[in-house]
């Protein structure tokens, strides 16, 4: 490839397991969820931004609706962690195959 094209990311997006003690519970449309999955997306400014996922707290699949990540330091602190992970391994990369 050419070094004088400019290469286009569209997207850099991990998915985090919120480990057991971390997780919370929130309730869209009269349903409860039990959060148990993050997103995190790096901006193109370079901070993150993150959204909960889960399933419902009486069971069953549900709908795929996402949750605001509540400002709290223990979740700061596993957002910045994973973000740092991913990082790391995505430097390390071994190409494809």
Do not use: C, Q
């Not at 850099?12 to 449309?29: F, K, M, S």
């Not at 993150?50 to 602190?77: D, I, M």
């Amino acid at each position: 490839m050419s070094s004088d094209v400019r290469l286009e990311v569209s997207a850099l997006a991990i998915n985090v397991t919120i480990p057991e003690g971390l997780r919370w519970t929130d309730t869209r449309r009269g349903e409860e969820f039990t959060l148990t999955t993050l997103n995190v997306r790096l901006l193109p400014d370079g901070r993150l931004a993150a959204k909960a996922y889960g399933r419902p707290t009486a069971g069953g699949r549900g709908t795929y609706v996402s949750f605001p990540v509540p400002e709290r330091p223990e979740l700061v602190t596993l957002v910045d962690a994973a973000a740092s992970r991913a990082g790391a391994l995505w430097a390390a990369h071994r190409g494809l195959s």
